[in-house]
């Protein structure tokens, strides 16, 4: 089996989505399965004209009977006449619509979701990375049930924590992007200063230097700057690292597809404080963590204060979380269930 998977940008970026196609794309080389990564432009999903020549070009190059995966964070952003240029059936991993990007203006958000769902329209079926995106691109974007499959992402196993770095440390892993909520983080930490921890913010500085401004203003105001470090992102040993030192992650994301890093968490045994938004909730289970109403700066602080000031609670929830982690699905898991999608979709 042959596949072309169309990808913007460079594949090694350190976000989840990118993660994502990396181990399925590794794990079908373990299975025999060819797969030709093909580079689109970086600018998606805000294409130039030149960027939309440069895909036309290499959809209609691409050989008429090898299926075709296209990453989401493109797709929706494509002209309907360009993908009706691809010669073989059309596969869409979508993560999230794009139209539900925080920070988005109405008039952007409303045009990413036309252009969405005129562009999955033509898509022969649609992978997603959550039953909650299944749910949410089947009301928002009228993609049918039949058409969809959702290949929960894998996770690693991971070496427990042992949680006994003194003070404990908060860890957050995330691209500071304004829907991942460092902002909101930072407020929260400022109101429970008088206990003990210390947090580490993991994750690319630069995507949204707004943003990442905000963060470093939010913190000096707030006068946490010796206790909140701020680190790019981190190889894979280094993030192990960070885990297994970590005491509570803590990531309050107005909106997840799914959240791989919350099932990180999870494998490495870790009690976890976000926002009951997106797909969280379907990811983090309610012994395993505590979630609070999103932009809710008080119960974020006090559901961090409440995992600090009770070890036994924080205890069990850790437990519960590597009980949990032990049971995620695998990437052989994912990447087997994708390739068979796509099998079956070119076979109809």
């Known amino acids: 089996m042959e ?7 460079d594949i090694e970026q350190p976000t989840g989505g990118y993660g994502y196609a990396r181990q399925i794309i590794a794990c079908w080389k373990a299975m025999g399965i060819t797969c030709e990564v093909v580079r689109l432009a970086d600018d998606y999903p805000f294409p130039s004209e030149r960027s939309l020549r440069e895909t036309a070009a290499l959809l209609s190059r691409q050989p008429a009977a090898r299926p075709i995966l296209i990453d989401g964070l493109a797709y929706g952003a494509m002209p309907t006449d360009i993908i009706a240029m691809a010669p073989g059936p ?5 993560h999230h619509p794009l139209g539900l990007e925080t920070g988005l203006s109405e ?11 005129a ?14 995106t299944a749910r949410t691109i089947g009301q928002l974007l009228s993609v049918r049930e039949d058409r969809i499959t959702v290949a929960l992402p894998g996770t ?12 404990p440390l908060i860890l957050t892993v995330a691209s500071i992007l304004p829907r991942k909520g460092h902002v909101d983080l930072v407020a929260a930490l400022e109101r429970i200063k008088e206990l003990d921890w210390n947090a580490r913010f993991v994750g690319s500085v630069s995507a949204a230097p707004d943003t990442v401004t905000s963060v470093k203003d939010a913190i000096v105001r707030a006068g946490l700057e010796r206790r909140i470090e701020l680190q790019g992102p981190l190889t894979s040993t280094e993030l192990d690292a960070a885990f297994k030192e970590a005491s509570v992650f803590a990531l309050p994301s107005h909106y997840e597809g799914y959240g791989m890093v919350f099932a990180e968490a999870l494998a490495a045994g870790l009690p976890i404080v976000g926002y009951h938004a997106g797909a969280v909730p379907d990811v ?17 602080s006090g559901a961090l204060a409440k995992i600090l000031c009770d070890d036994s609670l924080a205890a069990e929830m850790a437990r519960r979380a590597a009980w949990h982690g032990q049971r995620l699905p695998r990437w052989q898991d994912t990447a087997r269930r994708i390739a068979d999608a796509i099998d079956g979709n070119e076979q109809q």
């Not at 596949?3 to 940008?9: A, E, K, L, N, Q």
């Not at 562009?119 to 909650?132: F, G, N, Q, R, Y």
């Open 3 to 9: 596949i072309s998977f169309f990808i913007p940008g």
């Open 90 to 94: 059309v596969n869409v991993l979508l």
């Open 107 to 117: 008039r952007t958000s409303q045009a990413l979701i036309a252009s969405e769902k």
């Open 119 to 132: 562009a999955l329209k033509l898509a022969d079926h649609v992978i997603v990375t959550s039953h909650e």
């Open 156 to 167: 690693d196993r991971r070496t427990i924590a042992p949680r006994t770095t003194r003070p």
């Open 284 to 300: 983090v289970p309610p012994d395993a963590g505590i979630l609070v109403e999103p932009s809710d700066v008080s119960a974020l």
